[in-house]
Structure formats: structure tokens, C-alpha cells
């Protein structure tokens, strides 16, 4: 736990004083005490009574005190909260190697099958958005709360040529920031297609005005990358992941299929297709998201509630002033209220 204002922790200095001033008045009051001759009526007089009362409602309010104190100095403490995300981005392979049936009933299906799942299970009041890629990236679902959309948008899904991760990871981007005007046309094909308009609403000349901020620190959505990692065309998928990184926007990527791979024939062609772990840990890594392997369909479903369950909770330094203050008040309200009961009388 660490301070906002740690100077105001020097009244704690205060409370030893308290304490000595409080047994200064107890020594006091047994001097001025008048002296029995019979120690049967003392006995009597204090019957009922116990020595703990008497200290415990001061105890309680010195300790409301300290409470206030500590709450004066605005202490923050690192807590797993709800997320304040409100959009994620599933950025979903279509290319043709996701046929392969190293992972059944094939990589296609099982990956719509666990976005299926994942898109059931995500809180209502989280966006999500769909993009799909192969040899070039589109938007399939804006993001949207509504669920029969995005579930209606995956069943469209058609497979298609060549693997630009990239893509799928700039459009993802301006998906994300759609305020920022992105100029998508011109990162995938080049300044042939600077002259098309760039996905949002905002100007061109947006992009001037950006200034990178620190990999992993934006915390209004993030970007689920699922692919075999096997990049044929577009954009390099690590430079794509560097503008991700430059926005804050974390990567989680899920390796789909097995290293050994699998055997597939497309259009006439007979290739093998292999899962490239090493870019997608790179891009995970360079982003501050993480990476998941899905050698099995099981193994996808896993990943994608684990998923859930981190854009859902995370851990993130928050002041908790309020939490020492309300403690001090119920302290201070025990105290006095233990002294009214016992004593009649307040401290």
C-alpha cells in the first residue's frame, strides 16, 4: 500500500501523545479518589463492572482516529476490481489453413464455436466487435451489446486466400478508435489507396495529432487475436502490433492448431500449415497481453473463459480513502455508543 499525501501520516505522532494524556487522567483520578475504610463498599461500588469496559470505548475512538489519519493521507492499495473496459475486439482467422483438422472437428469450427461461447458469456454492458481476416481484413460487427448480432455476424464467416495478420490487427485498431480516423486503405495497400476514406468519422489529419503512450495502458478495450500465426501477406504483423502498443491497447493472441501441423488441400493446392507461436508471443509480448495455446477445441474453450474472466476482473491501483474514513466512522459510532450503554455517558 503506498500514499498519495504520506506527509499527513506524521499525526500519527499524535496518538502515543493521546494515549500517555489518557493514562496521565487515570492516575489522576485514583489520587483524587476518596479512600474507604470499609473495602466491602468498594467492591460494591464496582460491582458488575470490568476493567475492559472502561478502556475499550477510548481504545475504539484513539483507533478511529489513527483510521482518519491514514484516510487523510489518500492510501492506495492494488485491488482486482471489475474492468472498466467496455469494448473488445475479436480479430478472427478466415484464411484457408484454418481448415485443417489438427484440432476437430477443424480449426474453423472450433474457433467459432468457442467465440460463440465467449460472446454468450460476456457481460452485457461490454461492446464487442468482429473482424475478420484473410488476405485482406474487414469489419464483420461494429461493436455492438447485442448479442444475436454478433453470433449472426460469425455464421457469415467464409473462408478465404492468404493470412494478413497484420491486417486484421490494423483494422482491429480503427475499429477501436474510430475517433482517431485511421487511414486503413493506405497501411494495407499502400499510397495507391491513401486517397480512400479512412474507417471513423474524424479527419485525416487526426494521425498528426497522436503521441504514443505507455505499451498496456489503455483500459477502454482490447483486441483477442486468434489465428494459426501464419502470416502470407499484408502488413508485417509485428509493426501492426507496434502501433497496438503505441495506443496502449493490449493483444491477447490464441494459437490455434498444433506445431506439426496438418496437411490440407485448397483450391486445387495441397500445402501443410503449422502454428507460428513465435509471432504471436511476440506480439502478445510487445502489447503486454498474453498468449494462449489451443491445440484442441477443449483446450479453445478454456482460453476463451479464461478470457472472459480476465476482461471481466483486474488488478489496478485504486484509492481507498473512502474505505479508512467509512472504518473511522462505524469506530468512532461504536465507541460512543458502548460508552452511552455502559456508562450513561459519552467517552
Do not use: C
Not at 476518596?34 to 470505548?57: E, I, K, T, V
Not at 489453413?97 to 480449426?107: F, G, H, I, T
Not at 486484421?168 to 495497400?189: K, N
Request: glycine share 8%; proline share 5%; net charge positive.
Amino acid at each position: 500500500m503506498s500514499f498519495l499525501w504520506a506527509e499527513a501520516l506524521w499525526a500519527l505522532a499524535l496518538v502515543p501523545a493521546l494515549v500517555a494524556a489518557y493514562v496521565l487522567v487515570l492516575r489522576r483520578r485514583r489520587k483524587a479518589a476518596p479512600r474507604y475504610s470499609d473495602l466491602s463498599l468498594l467492591r460494591a461500588a464496582s460491582a458488575g463492572q470490568s476493567r475492559w469496559r472502561r478502556h475499550l470505548p477510548p481504545a475504539l475512538f484513539l483507533l478511529a482516529l489513527a483510521g482518519l489519519v491514514v484516510a487523510a493521507a489518500r492510501p492506495v492499495a492494488t485491488l482486482t476490481l471489475p474492468t472498466q473496459r467496455q469494448t473488445i475486439i475479436l480479430a478472427m482467422d478466415v484464411s484457408g489453413s484454418m481448415r485443417a483438422r489438427d484440432v476437430e472437428p477443424s480449426r474453423f469450427e472450433a474457433m467459432k464455436a468457442a467465440a460463440r461461447r465467449f460472446i454468450e458469456e460476456v457481460p452485457r454492458n461490454t461492446r464487442v466487435g468482429i473482424v475478420s481476416f484473410a488476405g485482406t481484413a474487414s469489419v464483420v460487427q461494429p461493436p455492438t451489446e447485442n448479442k444475436e448480432d454478433l453470433l449472426a455476424a460469425i455464421e457469415r464467416f467464409q473462408l478465404q486466400r492468404a493470412t494478413a495478420i497484420g491486417s486484421g490487427i490494423i483494422v482491429s485498431l480503427a475499429t477501436l478508435f474510430p475517433e482517431e480516423g485511421i487511414d486503413v486503405s493506405e497501411y494495407l495497400y499502400g499510397d495507391r489507396a491513401s486517397r480512400a476514406r479512412p474507417i471513423g468519422e474524424a479527419k485525416k489529419d487526426a494521425r498528426k495529432t497522436f503521441k504514443p503512450v505507455p505499451p498496456g495502458s489503455y483500459t477502454g478495450g482490447a483486441i483477442i487475436l486468434l489465428t494459426d500465426g501464419q502470416r502470407t501477406t499484408g502488413p508485417d504483423s509485428l509493426e501492426a502490433a507496434k502501433m497496438a502498443a503505441d495506443r496502449g491497447v493490449r493483444i491477447y493472441t490464441v494459437g490455434l492448431g498444433t506445431v506439426q501441423g496438418d496437411v490440407i488441400g485448397f483450391e486445387g493446392w495441397t500445402f501443410r500449415v503449422r502454428l507460428d507461436e513465435e509471432t504471436l508471443k511476440q506480439i502478445a509480448q510487445m502489447t503486454r497481453g498474453e498468449y494462449f495455446y489451443a491445440g484442441t477445441a477443449a483446450d479453445l474453450r478454456k482460453v476463451y473463459e479464461s478470457l472472459s474472466a480476465r476482461l471481466v476482473l483486474e488488478r489496478r491501483e485504486t484509492e481507498i480513502t473512502a474505505l479508512f474514513a467509512a472504518g473511522s466512522g462505524l469506530l468512532a459510532l461504536a465507541a460512543g455508543f458502548l460508552s452511552l450503554f455502559w456508562f450513561s455517558r459519552i467517552l
